[in-house]
């Protein structure tokens, strides 16, 4: 049963677990009362009390979590806790159609990516990669221009991310939009969770793995033919790692520069997404139109369901 706050006639969020539970209560009390200070009515389905090993509850707990919150009319954004690890467990027993009819808008990243591709991949419903409870709601001081980003973006009919990157190719392509935690798409390589997006635009973000895994999971996606069928590849922030003397020059732009010998579509990088402070959101499965010149980067993303 959810946790229902107060909002009167506010947007309906809810909160689910369905991978890592939070490690401080106190800051997931502080993220519930930052989304009631912006105008929602939370319902949180997950339980601090009912966590279970590294995760927001048992896998049936978790599932019920998300097919309770997708049955609830006065919820229209389900937002994840947290990533961690779990969502894997749980996607043979997780009835997508359901999800997906019930008209939901479904956010998260990080191992939520594995949701939000066998979402699509089972459906063609768009969620969203974008802000969860833990960290973006609960830090201290939150990122206004990763909420106000959210906010924007699920209230409007369209939304763009422009930024500035040197190094990258000129690039003028269209196509659906896809993508997230690099790890978690490999991971769901050959398996009937990943879709099979023809024409896309492929974003990928990961934390802690070095230039070389990085390079490692880009080869496993070209290998399997992934890449081949895309637009162009997209790089948000790959951060968090550690180079050693046994590099020996080895470093992300080596990286870059050799996966950009081996790929025939332009590899652009510098996308304000990833597991960074100030991030922005990324509808998953939309139509997206990617220009690059100049070093000045364009991103436009339409037909996506909003509140």
């Excluded at 200070?37 to 509850?57: E, N, T």
Aim: aromatic share 10%; glycine share 12%; charged share 20%.
């Amino acid at each position: 049963m959810a946790q229902e706050s107060n909002g009167g006639n506010s947007v309906g969020v809810a909160i689910v677990a369905p991978g890592g539970y939070a490690p401080d209560e106190s800051a997931f009390r502080r993220g519930i009362a930052l989304l009631e200070k912006q105008g929602c009515r939370v319902f949180s389905y997950y339980d601090p009390a009912l966590k279970h090993q590294r995760f927001g509850g048992t896998d049936e707990a978790r599932v019920e979590q998300l097919h309770a919150a997708a049955a609830n009319p006065e919820v229209r954004v389900v937002m994840a806790l947290r990533g961690g690890y779990g969502m894997s467990r749980l996607l043979p027993h997780v009835d997508f159609s359901m999800l997906a009819a019930s008209g939901k808008l479904f956010v998260g990243h990080s191992d939520f990516t594995a949701f939000q591709m066998a979402l699509y991949a089972r459906t063609g419903a768009v969620s969203f990669s974008g802000p969860m409870l833990c960290d973006d709601f609960t830090r201290e001081e939150p990122s206004d221009f990763t909420l106000g980003h959210f906010w924007s973006c699920l209230s409007e009919g369209g939304c763009s991310v422009d930024w500035q990157a040197s190094g990258n190719p000129e690039a003028d392509v269209s196509g659906t939009l896809w993508g997230g935690n690099l790890a978690m798409l490999t991971h769901l390589a050959g398996t009937p969770w990943l879709p099979e997006v023809e024409g896309g635009i492929l974003f990928v973000e990961d934390i802690n793995e070095h230039p070389y895994r990085v390079e490692r999971m880009l080869l496993q996606l070209h290998y399997s033919g992934v890449l081949a069928r895309q637009k162009a590849l997209v790089l948000g922030d790959f951060s968090g790692y550690r180079l050693t003397p046994y590099d020996n020059g080895y470093d992300v732009e080596a990286m870059l520069a050799y996966v950009r010998s081996l790929l025939d579509l332009p590899v652009i990088t510098g996308l304000p997404f990833g597991h960074i402070r100030d991030k922005v959101t990324l509808p998953v499965g939309c139509d997206a139109h990617l220009q690059s010149a100049a070093g000045i980067v364009r991103l436009r993303m339409t037909a996506y369901p909003t509140l």
